[in-house]
């Protein structure tokens, strides 16, 4: 079946710019986590929903971040007057419920000019 | 707090020569344990997890890890190291009850002919 997708795959803005990134979890999957990975690290937890309820949003660098998840499944990750530092890779990932294996979708690597 | 350790930012084997990742993690109760496999511009795809079933986990593409528990360790190996084994790897741990996975930095694996 159909795995996590992301859009846009890559996304240059420049600084000062708002982006919106979007995540289509797996079908039915009632969980969905954002992760940001900056150049060589591991993924940092930001946000995780349940349904269409952040319950978690203590990664979230600061107030220009912004998720959500409206209908319970498609969300998107939004950045207001984007920072170089905010250049990363953003990763969802999904899962049937909060602590099964999380499945990842291929990120989208935004570039902050 | 939870961390995770993996020694060794960059490996380098011959292909055919055992391949050994090395991951270790702060926990006072076992927790849940995954390994994944990042492909450039990829994200990131599962190659096994341990639940607390046995302490010696198979993966896909012949890969395996060990839980120990005395060594609070779980490194990832295999016999025979493929060209195609080329990637980022990375550790992560989730601690039961939870749903917040915490990632090492990763190792960048290089296979040489």
């Known amino acids: 079946g159909a795995g996590v997708s992301q859009s846009p795959r890559y996304k240059v803005a420049k600084r000062g710019q708002d982006v919106a990134l979007r995540c289509d979890p797996i079908?039915?999957?009632?969980?969905l986590f954002w992760y940001q990975q900056a150049l060589g690290q591991g993924p940092e937890f930001l946000t995780y929903f349940q349904n269409e309820a952040q319950l978690d949003k203590s990664g979230l660098p600061s107030d220009r971040f912004f998720a959500e998840r409206p209908e319970g499944s498609v969300s998107t990750l939004k950045i207001q007057r984007t920072q170089q530092e905010d250049s990363a890779v953003y990763l969802c990932a999904s899962t049937p419920d909060y602590q099964e294996t999380q499945y990842f979708g291929p990120g989208t690597r935004l570039l902050v000019l | 707090a939870q961390s995770v350790t993996q020694l060794g930012s960059h490996v380098s084997v011959s292909e055919g020569a055992l391949v050994l990742l090395r991951c270790n993690y702060s926990s006072s109760v076992p927790p849940y344990l995954f390994w994944y496999v990042q492909y450039p511009n990829q994200g990131l795809q599962l190659l096994l997890k341990y639940t607390s079933a046995a302490t010696l986990v198979k993966g896909i593409n012949g890969f395996e890890a060990e839980f120990k528990k005395s060594e609070t360790s779980f490194h990832l190996t295999k016999p025979s190291a493929h060209m195609s084994d080329a990637a980022e790897y990375f550790c992560?741990?989730?601690?039961?009850?939870?749903?917040?996975?915490?990632f090492g930095t990763g190792t960048r694996l290089k296979v040489l002919a």
């Open positions: 079908s039915g999957h009632v969980s």
């Open positions: 992560a741990v989730l601690s039961s009850g939870t749903y917040k996975y915490i």
